[in-house]
């Protein structure tokens, strides 16, 4: 594997680190609407196939999701660290954090008040954990992606 390759792949783990410990925290936040039975049918049969806490293998789908999502924007990163003009690596990655809030966090968060019936301070909790997990994974990423 190519030193390239390494930190993307390593920069993918960690973002699936961060990811995981701010889900799990804002999940924690918000349990009260995951354990309310009027949105028992909105979430998925991953998630919840029956009304109750997640089954034990939803964990293993979530990290391995959020593997997927670290290496894309690692992967992406790589292709477009060029065009950035700040000089240290966080000045970078944060910037890197918001484009990718403004390009794929508040667009996704939008359509979800559209298409799905949940309350707005869930889906707000839901985009300031985004925000937050973009954030972090673009200071690590323009860390290891040089």
């Known amino acids: 594997m ?3 390759a390494f930190r993307i792949f390593l920069s993918g783990i960690i973002c699936m680190a961060i990811s995981y410990a701010v889900n799990m925290v804002s999940a924690l936040l918000t349990m009260d609407f995951y354990k309310d039975p009027a949105y028992f049918q909105v979430w998925s049969k991953i998630m919840m196939p029956l009304a109750g806490p997640p089954p034990w293998y ?4 979530s990290l391995g999701f959020s593997l997927i999502g670290g290496l894309l924007i690692s992967t992406v990163y790589y292709f477009v660290k060029g065009a950035f003009r700040q000089k240290s690596a966080v ?4 910037f ?10 508040i667009p996704f968060m939008l359509s979800i008040i559209l298409i799905i019936n949940l309350p ?6 839901w985009t300031i954990t985004s925000a937050a997990i ?6 690590v990423i ?3 992606i040089k």
Do not use: N, P
Request: hydrophobic share 60%; glycine share 16%.
């Open 2 to 4: 190519g030193k390239v």
């Open 58 to 61: 939803f964990m293993f789908y």
């Open 91 to 94: 000045s970078k990655g944060l």
């Open 96 to 105: 890197y954090g918001l484009l990718l809030i403004l390009a794929a966090g």
């Open 120 to 125: 707005l301070l869930l889906i707000a909790g």
């Open 134 to 139: 973009y954030l972090l994974d673009g200071m």
């Open 142 to 144: 323009a860390k290891l």
